[in-house]
Nanobody
Framework: QLQLVESGGGLVQPGGSLRLSCAASGFTLDYYAIGWFRRAPGKEREGVGCIDNTGGTTNFVDSVKGRFTISRDKAKNTVYLQMNSLKPEDTAVYYC????????????????????WGQGTQVTVSS
């Protein structure tokens, strides 16, 4: 069974940092692009960033550029979303997603219909 599991969310003060993890079971993450998405209260889900199958290309939406990074750990079959300089508007449930059909990452990735989603992890940025 193919499964994604996010972890690492929590409560952090504005300006703080968190690292979210997306661990996979049933398939090897290295073969596919991985995307991070979020859904804030009362808002639609939106793309945050993605990384291609090689790890050489990442893409981020404007609201998080320069603050968020994505990386892979091949040995752990895990992708990370490092979030720095967090703002209250970053408060949301964060999801990772993948699809066996997609290996590249770019702004187009956030509009794709992706087959596999994690359950989400809550990030709350508040003083």
């Amino acid at each position: 069974q193919l499964q994604l599991v996010e972890s690492g969310g929590g409560l952090v003060q504005p300006g703080g940092s968190l690292r979210l993890s997306c661990a996979a079971s049933g398939f090897t993450l290295d073969y596919y692009a991985i995307g991070w998405f979020r859904r804030a209260p009362g808002k639609e889900r939106e793309g945050v960033g993605c990384i291609d199958n090689t790890g050489g290309t990442t893409n981020f939406v404007d609201s998080v550029k320069g603050r968020f990074t994505i990386s892979r750990d091949k040995a752990k079959n895990t992708v990370y979303l490092q979030m720095n300089s967090l703002k209250p508007e970053d408060t949301a449930v964060y999801y990772c997603a993948a699809d066996l059909a997609y290996r590249s990452c770019g702004s187009h990735y956030y509009t794709l219909t992706l087959a596999y989603w994690g359950q989400g992890t809550q990030v709350t940025v508040s003083s």
